[in-house]
């Protein structure tokens, strides 16, 4: 079909059972409780300024439901990434000037998927520009 996809993280790598459970910046009401939310809220911010960057001309969002099309940067679509990056309600947008799709994932890693494999190179070209890192597949 041509699709391609990655995982990008604010992780340098998967973090094991142990590396998880153990840290204080897996999720929001962890680092909340730890007294670490800045530390949260920075790494959330990377994850977010690609994806405001990605949906800044539109991008359809078919979960959670119902479905919507956002022409422009929206409040609610801002809620939409922030309630999945805070694993609340898990994304899946498309953002229509890019063909990329972003799942979101736990463990403050999500899923994109491209159209064709140059899209998603071109993407993951900018990833570590916004702090991120390629998990492998």
């Avoid at 990008?8 to 939310?37: C, N, Q, R």
């Avoid at 979101?104 to 070209?125: N, V």
């Amino acid at each position: 079909m041509g699709l391609a996809y990655a995982r990008i993280s604010v992780f340098d790598h998967w973090l094991s059972a142990v590396e998880a459970k153990s840290s204080p910046l897996m999720s929001y009401s962890i680092a909340l409780a730890a007294g670490k939310l800045d530390d949260y809220l920075a790494g959330e911010h990377k994850l977010l300024d690609p994806y405001r960057m990605l949906g800044h001309h539109g991008s359809i969002c078919s979960y959670p439901r119902p479905f919507r099309k956002f022409d422009t940067v929206d409040v609610k679509r801002e809620k939409i990434l922030m309630d999945s990056l805070r694993e609340k309600h898990l994304m899946d947008v498309y953002f229509m000037d890019f063909g990329i799709r972003v799942m979101g994932g736990y463990d403050r890693t999500d899923l994109l998927i491209a159209e064709s494999p140059s899209e998603l190179e071109l993407l993951l070209s900018h990833v570590s520009q916004f702090g991120l890192f390629i998990l492998p597949n």
